[in-house]
């Protein structure tokens, strides 16, 4: 199973010179099975560069098949839905899965093509066959994947923290959480325990939870104890803010290795890794 | 007066090396006067730098007037980042079209909604002001006056002529050209036959426009697609710098700036497209530059406003 991140940034996107190493498209992952089958994550602006990489595989003739999951509903990891290419070619079929407060998933989402913000005025108007689904905790079905998915506080939101396992390997997205200030949220631990990666969002440093208050996401001491406490192999930090230049990014992941017993990574836009 | 932009790109912002120099957040410029008082138009994400940038110099963030030409994600989506929100004491007015029987404050509610965004407009701390924009119906906001006038694009969008410190500039974005199509309230799949009415309107819309940019210093203008990109999209409600020069030639314009990049447009494409619409414009007597993240770019008098330079943006 192979993970290729097509955009790492959280909140909103880096543009400019000094965020061109870590990248600067918010959150997008594409997860690629040794089958073949394939799942993405987050609808952020990295999966309009995930959209285009798809036309050459089925999905410019109008034969794509895709599972899209959703860790929330905010604009960086949904902005790009209505620029994702794939939606507008007829013959296409894109299951999205997520949650919200109200299990109206598709309502939601209907709301960034209003008129008032897009010109594309509804998801009727998208050309692909698009069946939105409201995920409860649990596995799911999806071909050529295991996937459980755990629903989270993440703000006013609710958030949705999954696990993905395919050849042998598995993969935790936590991404959309507000963990309790008493520690890692239980649940989320239970879900992640003893992945081969957990993918977890990691955008402030220790002493800046005035930033995680307010904008939500984790401090790096907080993604380094659920790594810990789940007894994952590795822990790569993403949904990094706007604000940390790469150097700052490099400063933060030293920070990460200094606290963690787990070895932890940081995501950059770009990279292909196999789990 | 001075126009500095924080964002120059149409659609979605496109970080990357190959937006490096032009750049890669959407619309937002910040127009200033020599006294050092300013409106911002556009809230695309250029927004949440200038925010950065005006907290990073502790520059008072008393009141704001923040014009909108329109809704859509790109000239909107910077706003909940835009660091005065979060405080107290800061004090936005938003001037906007009303398109619809929506109300404009729950317009921006619909936008800034905790689905979205970590904090919701009710509860961001500044204050909010929300004015109704009426194409042709004059008003002040800050040093400056301003006049709206109508656009075609979908869904309806408006264009300011700002004048003040005796200069004048125009914002016209985003609009589409006005003799194919008559963008209106429904989803175009393409073009559509033109009524008489339509004619008509198309005719007028032209003519105010017109009119607003008439002897005006400096006009920034939707220019997101080459020739050959607008044949293939003409429904999508944007021009082409051919379709700019040839409305603004004769008008007593004495500068043009490419703004609204489409996204796929690199850096490299870029400096082709500045190269060749500088010579089209000097033929035409029209000064033409490439509007790029960070220029801070002289209007009117440039011994009272400076000369063309960059910020360092955040
Ligand atoms: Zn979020
Ligand atoms: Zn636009
Ligand atoms: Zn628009």
Redesign the pocket.
Request: glycine letters at 12%.
């Given at each position: 199973m192979k993970v290729r991140f097509w955009g790492v940034r959280g909140f909103f996107p880096a543009a400019g010179a000094d965020y061109l190493r870590y990248g600067g498209n918010t959150a997008a992952l594409e997860v690629i099975a040794d089958s073949g089958a394939r799942l993405a994550i987050d609808f952020g602006t990295g999966a309009v560069g995930l959209g285009r990489a798809l036309l050459g595989a089925g999905f410019g003739v109008g034969k794509g098949v895709l599972s899209v999951l959703l860790s929330h509903t905010h604009l960086d990891h949904t902005a790009a839905m209505p620029f994702f290419v794939p939606v507008f070619i007829p013959g296409n079929r894109i299951d999205v899965y997520g949650a919200v407060d109200n299990n109206k998933l598709h309502d939601v989402l209907e709301l960034l093509f209003d008129p008032h913000v897009c010109p594309i005025n509804s998801q009727k108007n998208l050309n692909a066959s698009i069946t939105i689904h409201d995920v409860v905790d649990g596995p799911l079905a999806i071909d050529g994947f295991a996937v459980r998915a755990l629903r989270v506080p993440h703000g006013h939101a609710t958030g949705v923290v999954w696990r993905i396992e395919a050849d042998g390997k598995s993969i935790a997205v936590v991404t959309a959480i507000d963990h309790p200030a008493s520690g890692p949220l239980p649940a989320a631990i239970e879900l992640a325990q003893g992945v081969d990666l957990l993918l977890h969002d990691g955008a402030w440093r220790s002493t800046s939870d005035h930033y995680a208050r307010r904008w939500g996401g984790a401090t790096v001491s907080t993604a380094v104890a659920v790594a810990v406490r789940a007894g994952v192999k590795r822990l790569m930090l993403t949904h990094h803010a706007p604000q940390h230049t790469d150097r700052d990014l490099d400063a933060l992941l030293a920070e990460a290795q200094a606290l963690s017993s787990v070895p932890v990574w940081s995501a950059m836009e770009g990279e292909t890794i196999e789990v | 007066m001075q126009a500095i932009f924080w964002g120059v790109r149409?659609?979605y912002p496109t970080p990357g090396p190959e937006t490096v120099r032009y750049g890669g957040n959407t619309?937002c410029v910040e127009i200033a006067s020599r006294s050092g008082e300013r409106i911002v138009i556009d809230a695309g994400t250029g927004l949440a730098r200038l925010g950065e940038w005006l907290a990073q110099r502790q520059l008072d963030t008393g009141r704001f007037d923040l014009l909108l030409s329109h809704m859509?994600w790109?000239?909107v989506q910077g706003l909940p980042f835009f660091a005065p929100c979060h405080q107290g004491k800061a004090q936005l007015a938003i001037h906007a079209l009303r398109p619809d029987v929506v109300k404009l404050r729950d317009i921006v509610r619909g936008v800034a909604r905790h689905e979205f965004f970590p904090v919701a407009l009710d509860d961001m701390a500044a204050s909010f002001e929300f004015h109704e924009v009426h194409p042709g119906r004059r008003f002040r906001a800050s040093a400056f006056a301003i006049r709206p006038f109508r656009l075609n694009h979908p869904f309806g969008a408006v264009g300011y002529r700002i004048d003040g410190d005796n200069s004048s500039c125009a914002y016209v974005?985003?609009t589409a050209p006005f003799n194919l199509l008559l963008h209106k309230k429904h989803f175009l799949k393409g073009p559509e036959p033109l009524s008489t009415t339509d004619r008509r309107q198309l005719q007028n819309l032209r003519a105010s426009l017109v009119q607003a940019v008439q002897g005006c210093d400096t006009v920034i203008y939707d220019t997101h697609y080459t020739q050959d990109e607008y044949a293939r999209f003409p429904h999508y409600g944007h021009s082409t710098p051919d379709h700019a020069l040839d409305l603004l030639h004769g008008q007593g314009v004495r500068r043009l700036v490419l703004f609204?990049h489409a996204p796929n447009h690199t850096d490299a494409m870029m400096d082709e497209i500045d190269a060749q619409y500088r010579h089209k414009g000097e033929q035409l007597g029209i000064e033409v530059v490439t509007a790029r993240e960070g220029l801070a770019l002289p209007i009117g008098n440039a011994a009272s406003s400076g000369p063309m330079h960059l910020v360092a943006v955040p």
């Open positions: - | 149409g659609s619309s859509h790109d000239h974005c985003d609204h």
